[in-house]
């Protein structure tokens, strides 16, 4: 097979970027290691910054996120027994959020590449990308016993954490800087009401909580837990107990709680890979950084890369300009380490550290403090939450 970009990875970044060129004309094939059922079992945060909500409407496939998704235009932040709110839209000149799946949003860009008669293969196993420094590079997969061979212009790595894109990138070449933080996150998706029309982060110190939501009628909770905890040994009811003893009483009075329906613990990494280029490997998403969740950054910060690649293939194909190709590692990683940087931030002043001094703890207690007596902190935290200009 021939095509001129062989995208690996059909997750959020891979399918948009699938997508968007395909609609200028550019052809393009992408291989997914999973089935579309498994991709769309996975459950993943849900709120959209604008600019990622722009790019899925240029992709002609905001229509539903557009109906069913929330406009948010502020959150809580519960600290201190005081609950604060964080006014996105007065504070980030009039921009807010979208409150929608990411589940949801995966399945409307996969069928939109089904309407087209978009190249998506599923299930390819032992996926490598070959000759990467040559004009000529490939990549191999293989379906059954055959090994099929893709040649290509380009090939844009955007599988994931573990994908085999980035570990192509020789060691001499690749840096990567990592922090691994001392817990995790315990979520429950269930179906009841949703305590709070906006998100709450909550500060405590039996530890972090998250109230966020899917719709009116699906919620998202989280607790902070040792990394040590088994998903197993959570129940139900006490996961409920846990989550309502670090909300505020009036807040904890008002939760409806219900059977989970899913349920599952996630560690909490910073990580970032550079360069994002190698020889005509371009790396986008997760597969070249990670943050955690507590800024709602993770398909936001892949979103940038999406944008400069998508604008950069079509300077090359359609203007003959190279310049976006060239600047995309730099172009990318100087928006990526800013968002590094706000869910670093926002994750070091939620959380309870296991072995931070009582100087940690003021310093975390004169954050929020400042935080809400500041408009240009407000400002600050706003312009970041609802996503940095491309
Ligand atoms: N070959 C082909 N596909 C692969 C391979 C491989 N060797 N390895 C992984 N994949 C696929 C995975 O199955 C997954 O569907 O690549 C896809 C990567 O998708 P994501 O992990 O969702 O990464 P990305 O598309 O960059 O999305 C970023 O998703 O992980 C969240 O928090 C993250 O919100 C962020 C967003
Ligand atoms: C979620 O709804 O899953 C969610 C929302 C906000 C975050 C993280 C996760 O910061």
Same mark, same amino acid.
């Given at each position: ?73 502020? !959150?809580? $932040?519960?600290?201190? &027994? ?10 980030? &000149? &009039?921009?807010?959020? $979208? ?7 995966? %399945? ?6 089904? %309407? ?44 994931? !954490? ?12 690749? %840096? ?118 507590? &800024?709602? %950054? ?67 207690? $004169? ?24």
């Amino acid at each position: 097979m021939k095509t001129k970009v062989c995208i690996i990875g059909g997750g959020p970044s891979g399918l948009l970027l699938s997508q968007l060129l395909h609609l200028k004309g550019i052809d393009n094939i992408l291989l997914e290691k999973h089935s579309r059922e498994y991709v769309l079992s996975r459950i993943r945060a849900g709120v959209l910054e604008h600019g990622f909500a722009a790019l899925m409407r240029e992709a002609q496939c905001g229509e539903r996120m557009d109906k069913e998704g929330e406009i948010h235009h502020g !959150f809580i $932040i519960s600290h201190d &027994g005081k609950q604060d709110r964080v006014d996105l839209h007065m504070y980030s &000149g &009039g921009n807010s959020v $979208i409150v929608y799946g990411q589940t949801e949003l995966t %399945r409307d860009l996969y069928d939109a590449r089904s %309407r087209m008669n978009g190249a998506v293969i599923h299930n390819a196993e032992d996926v490598q990308p070959h000759d990467l420094m040559s004009d000529k590079p490939y990549v191999t997969y293989r379906a059954g016993d055959e090994i099929v061979r893709i040649d290509c212009e380009y090939i844009i790595g955007a599988d994931g !954490f573990h994908g085999v894109s980035r570990k192509s990138i020789p060691k001499t070449v690749l %840096r990567e800087y990592e922090k691994v933080y001392p817990f995790g996150w315990l979520g429950v998706l269930s179906r009841t009401k949703p305590v709070s029309s906006e998100l709450i982060y909550a500060k405590h110190e039996r530890g972090f909580a998250l109230c966020s939501l899917r719709s009116q009628v699906l919620s998202r909770y989280y607790i902070q837990v040792p990394l040590t905890d088994k998903v197993e040994e959570w129940t139900d009811a006490a996961f409920w107990d846990e989550l309502k003893r670090r909300l505020s009483n009036e807040v904890a009075s008002r939760l409806i709680t219900g059977p989970s329906i899913e349920k599952s613990i996630a560690p909490l990494r910073s990580f970032v890979a550079e360069p994002m280029r190698y020889g005509n490997l371009f790396l986008a998403g997760d597969a070249a950084h990670i943050v955690p969740p507590t &800024g709602a %950054r993770g398909l936001n910060s892949a979103a940038s890369d999406i944008y400069y690649l998508y604008h950069a293939m079509v300077d090359h194909y359609l203007k003959g300009d190279d310049s976006g190709l060239e600047n995309y590692s730099a172009k990318a990683l100087a928006r990526v380490w800013k968002a590094q940087r706000f869910s670093w931030w926002m994750t070091m002043m939620l959380h309870t550290f296991p072995d931070s001094l009582d100087y940690d703890k003021q310093l975390q207690r $004169i954050d929020l403090a400042y935080l809400f007596s500041s408009e240009a902190a407000q400002r600050s935290l706003a312009e970041n939450y609802v996503g940095l200009p491309f």
